[in-house]
T-cell receptor
């Protein structure tokens, strides 16, 4: 069975702090895809990153970085120097096959960044 | 970039009425679309996979007679909540898979409130 766990329900930080959102996944597949989405209060899902299981290289995009470790089945997301606009719910998701399968979402982590 | 449009974004209806939500891919064709449901402060739960020209595939526990899905063209899928009740109040989000490269795009969501 496939499962995504985001153990942190809510995180509160003060602006400029770094924050890491955890994501642990379960799958028996050797090929799979991992995603992070941001859901601001308006509700729409904003795509942040997609990573396939064969690419464990960490990625950095501006203030965002992702750490993918297959050994611990984790795909953690770090925001450096957080800003108030980063306040949102962040979802980690798992997909078995890129072109054919559905996304399985974690329960989300609500991040509040205070000024 | 590719856009998926959902309409209406918000709808309020009386108990017992039916409500139709549209999910439209604006600049790509999508044989497959997905319908998710999100309760307040909860994750996205897949309701069904909508396939153009064939019957939708419903997830376990989702009533197919309650949530009617029609995917009559490569750019449009509709979700009809029949005989809506207050417990059907939720945020419904669709996603569409681009036939070209398999990329998934999410709609902006539709918030249904049943009085």
């Amino acid at each position: 069975a496939q499962k995504v766990t985001q153990a942190q329900t809510e995180i509160s930080v003060v602006e400029k702090e770094d924050v890491t959102l955890d994501c642990v996944y379960e799958t028996r597949d050797t090929t799979y895809y991992l995603f992070w989405y941001k859901q601001p209060p308006s509700g729409e899902l904003v795509f942040l990153i997609r990573r396939n299981s064969f690419d464990e290289q960490n990625e950095i995009s501006g203030r965002y970085s992702w750490n993918f470790q297959k050994s611990t089945s984790s795909f953690n997301f770090t925001i450096t120097a957080s800003q108030v606009v980063d306040s949102a719910v962040y979802f980690c998701a798992l997909q078995r096959s890129y072109n054919t399968d559905k996304l399985i979402f974690g329960t989300g982590t609500r991040l509040q960044v205070f000024p | 970039g590719a856009v998926v449009s959902q309409h209406p974004s918000r709808v309020i209806c009386k108990s017992g009425t039916s409500v139709k939500i549209e999910c439209r891919s604006l600049d790509f064709q999508a044989t497959t679309m997905f319908w998710y449901r999100q309760f307040p402060k909860q994750s996205l739960m897949l309701m069904a996979t909508s396939n153009e020209g064939s019957k939708a595939t419903y997830e376990q526990g989702v009533e197919k007679d309650k949530f009617l899905i029609n995917h009559a063209s490569l750019t449009l899928s509709t979700l009809t909540v029949t005989s809506a009740h207050p417990e059907d109040s939720s945020f419904y989000i669709c996603s569409a898979r681009d036939n070209g490269d398999g990329e998934l795009f999410f709609g902006e969501g539709s918030r249904l409130t049943v009085l």
